[in-house]
T-cell receptor, first 109, second 113 residues
């Protein structure tokens, strides 16, 4: 079993929809929970990260961590075609990150 | 100029050939990483280095080797390339903070025939 499991997708939504991207994990030592966005033919870029449980909001994006359930989510409000990308969750312990397999999102105009 | 650069960006080679992928960074980070990305398999760690004298194997190091020539340079070698090493390869850097936020290069698309 993988340490990090990510909902595989792909997801296709209309512009303006609310998107929910999710990951579960098994290693309780993970402390930092991150979301990376990867556009086609590009390297991943950090979107946002959260330390421990709770919510963090940045514009249209909200990251949510529930350590008791070992579950993290990324919500995108008012999704835009420019949000079309692959989203990777990642979790960190002792200076190393473990990535989910990614969810490809397409937002249709 | 990009903070993390990789050369070459694309490479086609034949089975059995030796190939080197190079990574340079201007971010001043001590930590550097090599990943491969395959469709549906996410990013898998090949090797990582926390400073110039530190080299560690990741989850899929067999068939690969690395060299940390300087703080800014980290090379990945395939001693004898095989077709199942066809993949997208990414170099990444991070500072020594606990969050381990990583900064990725643009990737090298490698095809082994």
């Amino acid at each position: 079993q993988k340490e990090v499991e990510q909902d595989p997708g792909p997801l296709s939504v209309p512009e303006g929809a609310i998107v929910s991207l999710n990951c579960t994990y098994s290693n309780s030592a993970f402390q930092y929970f991150m979301w990376y966005r990867q556009y086609s033919r590009k390297g991943p870029e950090l979107l946002m990260y959260t330390y421990s449980s709770g919510n963090k909001e940045d514009g249209r994006f909200t990251a949510q961590v529930d350590k008791s359930s070992k579950y993290i989510s990324l919500f995108i409000r008012d999704s835009q075609p420019s949000d079309s990308a692959t989203y990777l969750c990642a979790m960190t312990n002792a200076g190393k990150s473990t990535f989910g397999d990614g969810t490809t999102l397409t937002v249709k105009p | 100029d990009a903070d993390v650069t990789q050369t070459p960006r694309n490479r086609i080679t034949k089975t059995g050939k030796r190939i080197m992928l190079e990574c340079s960074q201007t971010k001043g980070h001590d930590r550097m990483y090599w990943y491969r990305q395959d469709p549906g398999l996410g990013l898998r760690l090949i090797y990582y280095s926390f400073d110039v004298k530190d080299i560690n194997k990741g989850e899929i190091s067999d068939g690969y080797s690395v060299s940390r020539q300087a703080q800014a340079k980290f090379s990945l070698s395939l001693e004898s390339a095989i077709p199942n090493q066809t993949a997208l390869y990414f170099c990444a850097t991070s500072d020594t903070g606990q969050s381990n936020e990583q900064f990725f290069g643009p990737g090298t698309r490698l095809t082994v025939l």
